[in-house]
T-cell receptor, first 114, second 115 residues
């Protein structure tokens, strides 16, 4: 079945550092890939998505590129801020059916220190 | 702004006392989902409605039920909450297109405490 493997956390960075959170997936066919962010005590917010190979999703300075050859969708940001502290979930959505099941990774806790 | 709204944000109930959580949406989406998220874990899908069609996940306990009286509203009923049901409950919606690009949008969640 489909699965998502995320970089183990927690990750602690200083403000303005470069961020990478690794995400790899296993799926049949051509899934769509998502990054969701969850701030403390809140629900999940869609951060970015990519729906086909080589697509780059971007939002709020975050980027991720859908790499089919390496089955990866790593999240990057060039300069993190304290306000980026949150849990980040990589997820995929597969084919078939009229409603989509999201398969989530385990989440990566990011803490950014001033 | 179109959105997914959950009420209440925090709910406290007693062991065994039925509780209902509410979700509404202004996105006019066909699909509504309920997830359970325990501390430091990924959300776990409980069930979803595609329009009026109910789809239960195989491992969702019978203690959890859902109702969708109209397109905009969906309720999660926990008939006899146990201590293990304390969690964040997330509602999400999607258009329900046949493409894998269908995107789920989440509400802010309801934090359930069971005493």
């Amino acid at each position: 079945g489909d699965s998502v493997t995320q970089m183990e956390g927690p990750v602690t960075l200083s403000e303005e550092a470069f961020l990478t959170i690794n995400c790899t997936y296993t799926a049949t066919g051509y899934p769509s890939l998502f990054w969701y962010v969850q701030y403390p005590g809140e629900g999940l917010q869609l951060l970015l998505k990519a729906t086909k190979a080589d697509d780059k999703g971007s939002n709020k300075g975050f980027e991720a590129t859908y790499r089919k050859e390496t089955t990866s969708f790593h999240l990057e940001k060039g300069s993190v801020q304290v306000s980026d502290s949150a849990v980040y979930f990589c997820a995929l959505s597969g084919r078939g059916g009229s409603a989509r099941q999201l398969t989530f990774g385990s989440g990566t806790q990011l803490t950014v220190l001033p | 702004d179109a959105m997914v709204i959950q009420n209440p944000r925090y709910q406290v109930t007693q062991f065994g006392k039925p509780v209902t959580l509410s979700c509404s949406q202004t996105l006019n989406h066909n699909v509504m989902y309920w997830y359970q998220q325990k501390s430091s874990q990924a959300p776990k899908l409980l069930f979803h409605y595609y329009d009026k069609d109910f789809n239960n996940e195989a491992d969702t306990p019978d203690n959890f039920q859902s109702r969708r009286p109209n397109t905009s509203f969906c309720f999660l009923d926990i008939r006899s909450p146990g201590l293990g049901d304390a969690a964040m409950y997330l509602c999400a919606t999607s258009r329900g297109s046949s493409s894998s690009t269908d995107t789920q949008y989440f509400g802010p969640g309801t934090r359930l405490t069971v005493l």
